[in-house]
């Protein structure tokens, strides 16, 4: 503590008398700033939040889990996870990578069994696709589980899906994945963030 001081009493004899005076009469007047940085305007990233109970439900009685194969294994690469449909443009999981298009819906399969995800992953396409919603993140969760294995098969296998793609940081990095659909709409296709 003491040496603390020492080096404390040091620096103010540094300064001298005539210029800290010097200092008290130019700044004398002048009020400090009440707020020393601009605040921006925080736009969060909209993620529709859906309960797919309802339609996982009509998706079951429908049968539309029925694209999905387990035993259906696309050419995909290792390490980071990218995947575009034959007759789509390569560059669509470039600009997934790099967030041009923001997710719409958000679909945490956390916890899932095999089965429910699968259920919930077509009703959550499903539903994309009647409401043109045109990007949608998946989160399957990090580590080496099954559903970070099972799910970029199923996605390879459906017919709305036309890229997919790692998601950036900000939608969940290595855990998750973004997913471009084919939209109702044709202008939908070009959304962007």
């Not at 603390?4 to 004899?13: C, L, S």
């Not at 008398?17 to 601009?38: C, K, M, N, S, Y």
């Not at 034959?86 to 470039?94: E, F, M, R, T, V």
């Not at 990007?135 to 970070?148: E, Y």
Request: net charge positive; aromatic share 6%.
């Amino acid at each position: 503590m003491a040496a603390k001081k020492a080096k404390k009493t040091p620096n103010k004899a540094l300064i001298s008398v005539q210029d800290r005076e010097l200092f008290r009469a130019e700044v004398e007047g002048i009020t400090p700033l009440t707020q020393d940085r601009a605040e921006l305007p925080v736009v969060p990233v909209s993620r529709k939040k859906v309960k797919l109970k309802n339609l996982a439900l009509e998706t079951q009685r429908d049968n539309a889990s029925d694209p999905f194969s387990d035993h259906y294994e696309p050419l995909l690469p290792e390490g980071t996870m990218s995947w575009v449909a034959d007759g789509d443009q390569p560059y669509l999981a470039k600009q997934l990578r790099r967030g041009n298009f923001a997710p719409e819906m958000t679909l945490d399969l956390h916890g899932y069994t095999k089965l429910q995800a699968k259920r919930d992953l077509a009703a959550a396409i499903k539903l994309c696709v009647r409401d043109s919603l045109s990007c949608l993140c998946v989160i399957h969760g990090i580590g080496h589980g099954i559903l970070r294995q099972q799910v970029p098969l199923w996605l390879a296998q459906h017919p709305e899906v036309r890229a997919f793609h790692q998601a950036p940081l900000e939608w969940g990095g290595h855990g998750a994945l973004l997913v471009l659909l084919r939209s109702a709409h044709p202008l939908q296709d070009t959304f962007h963030r």
